[in-house]
């Protein structure tokens, strides 16, 4: 059985950094994703990771400030999350899927969500 698992959510200041894991099990190999809903809003792509972690991609609103990362046994990703704003307030979701681009209807696994709270 597939299963993604995220921690790392809370609540922070704007300026801070925070990081989020994602611990996977019950598949072999998958491209990762992170994506975000915010009130209201549809969710949106974060950023991903090829299964080999050697490709990485990242939406407009968070390049130079987010990393995705995948450890060597490839079974956790992390997003570290650099110089947070108040619009990066969100439900941060992880996903796993063999297409895994920027689309959710890329992605065949989701976890849970991990809220992410950014005071101004």
């Known amino acids: 059985q597939v299963q993604l698992v995220e921690s790392g959510g809370g609540l922070v200041q704007a300026g801070d950094s925070l990081t989020l894991s994602c611990t996977a099990s019950g598949f072999t190999s998958s491209a990762m994703g992170w994506f975000r809903q915010a009130a209201g809003k549809e969710r949106e792509f974060v950023a991903r990771i090829s299964w080999s972690g050697g490709s990485t991609h990242y939406a407009d609103s968070v390049k130079g400030r987010f990393t995705i990362s995948r450890d060597k046994a490839k079974i956790t990703v992390y997003l570290q999350m650099n110089s947070l704003k108040p619009e990066d307030t969100a439900v941060y979701y992880c996903?796993?899927?063999?297409?895994?681009?920027?689309?959710?209807?890329?992605?065949?696994?989701w976890g849970q969500g991990t809220q992410v709270t950014v005071s101004s």
């Open positions: 996903a796993a899927g063999n297409t895994g681009g920027y689309y959710t209807i890329e992605y065949d696994y």
